[in-house]
């Protein structure tokens, strides 16, 4: 059985630091591009950055290059975003996602595009 575990979140002040883990079960990353996406309230879920299964490489959304940084862990099975310089525009539910090999050749994608999905973590910045 395929399952994503975020962990992480929390309230953190204005430029603060988070780092937000994703563990995966019954698949292993290696294989799998892993993404995270994350939702405001009142806005649709949007992709933050997604690391590369074959190759690792990394890719961002604009809003959050230089401030942001997804690694993984292949052996732990583990993906994280470190997330720096926070704001409170920032603040949402973040969730992982799964989707075969690599991210979207033309970007991060949509949410239709990942297969699989965790339950999120929510984080919170204050002013």
């Known amino acids: 059985q395929v399952q994503l575990v975020e962990s992480g979140g929390g309230l953190v002040q204005y430029g603060g630091s988070l780092r937000l883990s994703c563990v995966g079960s019954?698949?292993?990353?290696?294989?799998?591009?892993i993404a995270w996406f994350r939702q405001a309230a009142g806005n649709e879920r949007e992709a933050v950055s997604c690391?590369?299964?074959?190759?690792?490489?990394?890719h961002y959304a604009d809003f959050v290059k230089g401030r942001f940084t997804i690694s993984r862990d292949t052996p732990e099975n583990t993906v994280y975003l470190e997330m720096s310089a926070l704001k409170p525009e920032d603040t949402a539910d973040y969730y992982c996602?799964?989707?075969?090999?690599?991210?979207?050749?033309?970007?991060?994608?949509?949410?239709?595009?990942?297969?699989?999905w965790g339950q999120g973590t929510r984080a919170t910045v204050s002013s």
């Open positions: 690391i590369d299964g074959r190759n690792g490489n990394a």
């Open positions: 996602a799964a989707r075969w090999l690599n991210c979207p050749d033309y970007g991060l994608g949509s949410t239709r595009e990942y297969d699989y």
């Open positions: 019954g698949f292993t990353f290696d294989n799998w591009a």
